[in-house]
């Protein structure tokens, strides 16, 4: 396990349960407090806790940051108020995908950029390089923040009880400052699940006490099961499996699983929630207003839904079921067993245009038997 402080100051709290863990770069992440069904359940029901150590987070400032950031990503932020959110692409020249942003304005001082951990630096410095006489200063501040989210229809609840200033329900995509348990944090809601989802940047010095506090409120992170059902808020700690179903189920791609730096954001099905067409340039701009206009992608992620619980495993090729030859048109990116379906297999997957369609049969390798595959709306919400 990492030696990172930043990964090991909540696991002396999750080692006590029985808590298994997946790495994710650097990170480690608990893969399931070995109750799966019961951490699933929650996202649905209750509220589920999560560690998120693969979250890195940016701080900007100066008078030009806000034109800056205009100049730099896919959508439009010069429009974005104080306490709102917004996601955006950071693309190369070719239009290429370089990172998922989601951009938070929690006051008038200071923008935050929150982005996968293991491309904050590099964002950072990417940035840089077009800073010239602009009042822009940027930093990486991963290692002084960690992000702790909660996933469910009780993730406002059970925050509330821990907060020491009133927390006013947020809509998705707005965010606020906040005070709790006496530390100022900052908090923004992106429902990734299908369930509101409820993110929060703690400061690291205090997100251990912040873990502990959440999850005494709901009686542990692996509760008692009789007196948790007595409880006002049902919840519990939630790992990466529990979480995975969910987000998968509501369509929810993530950058460097689904899609990565090889991927353009029309392939990657993004373009509504992440790219205006009425803002002014940034890089990559001019390939995808032209494919906008003029074309389409070579290919595009989908959703999948397969006849029975075998489950095709990320990376398993796709293939055409409309003939003998069975030409290979894609890969499988994410795949989960989904209570949603009854139990039966679901699926990511970047596929070959043309045959991505909904309702198209194409087929899949899956413990060892080609299966059908049926493409569908990659969310089930």
Not at 149 to 161: D, N
Request: proline share 4%.
């Amino acid at each position: 396990m990492s030696g990172d402080p930043t990964t090991n100051l909540c696991h002396s709290l999750q080692d006590g349960t029985e808590a298994t863990y997946v790495p994710y770069g650097d990170h480690h992440v608990v893969e399931t407090f070995g109750a799966y069904e019961a951490e699933y359940a929650v996202i649905r029901k209750g509220v589920g806790i999560m560690d998120m150590p693969p979250r890195g987070l940016i701080e900007m400032r100066g008078a030009d940051r806000t034109a800056f950031l205009q100049a730099m990503v896919t959508n439009d932020v010069a429009s974005l108020d104080s306490r709102q959110a917004r996601r955006a692409l950071y693309l190369d020249k070719a239009g290429r995908i370089q990172a998922d942003l989601v951009i938070c304005q929690f006051d008038e001082q200071v923008t935050h950029v929150i982005v996968d951990v293991h491309d904050a630096q590099r964002l950072v410095e990417g940035f840089n390089q077009y800073i010239f006489t602009e009042d822009v200063e940027l930093e990486n501040q991963s290692n002084r923040y960690r992000q702790i989210s909660l996933h469910g229809p009780a993730a406002h609840e059970l925050l509330g009880t821990i907060c020491t200033e009133p927390l006013v329900n947020l809509d998705p995509w707005c965010c606020t400052s906040i005070l709790i348990e006496g530390y100022r944090c900052r908090v923004f809601r992106r429902d990734e699940t299908g369930s509101p989802g409820l993110h929060i940047i703690c400061p690291l010095a205090h997100v251990a006490t912040i873990y502990k506090n959440l999850s005494g409120a709901v009686g542990g992170l692996v509760p008692d099961v009789e007196i948790s059902a007595k409880r006002t808020i049902v919840g519990r700690g939630i790992g990466w499996s529990a979480y995975n179903t969910a987000r998968i189920e509501a369509g929810a791609s993530i950058y460097h699983i689904d899609y990565g730096p090889d991927t353009l954001p029309h392939e990657a099905a993004l373009i509504e929630q992440t790219v205006s067409f009425t803002k002014g340039c940034y890089p990559g701009q001019e390939i995808v207003a032209r494919m906008e206009n003029l074309g389409h992608p070579k290919r595009l992620l989908v959703g999948l839904h397969l006849d029975d619980a075998r489950l095709p495993i990320a990376g398993a090729q796709v293939f055409d079921s409309s003939n003998d030859d069975a030409q290979i048109v894609g890969a499988v990116t994410s795949s989960t067993v989904s209570p949603m379906r009854g139990g039966k297999a679901i699926g990511l997957a970047m596929v070959k245009w043309g045959l991505c369609q909904i309702g198209t049969e194409l087929s899949v390798f899956a413990d060892g038997k080609r299966m059908l595959a049926v493409v569908a709306n990659p969310s089930m919400f």
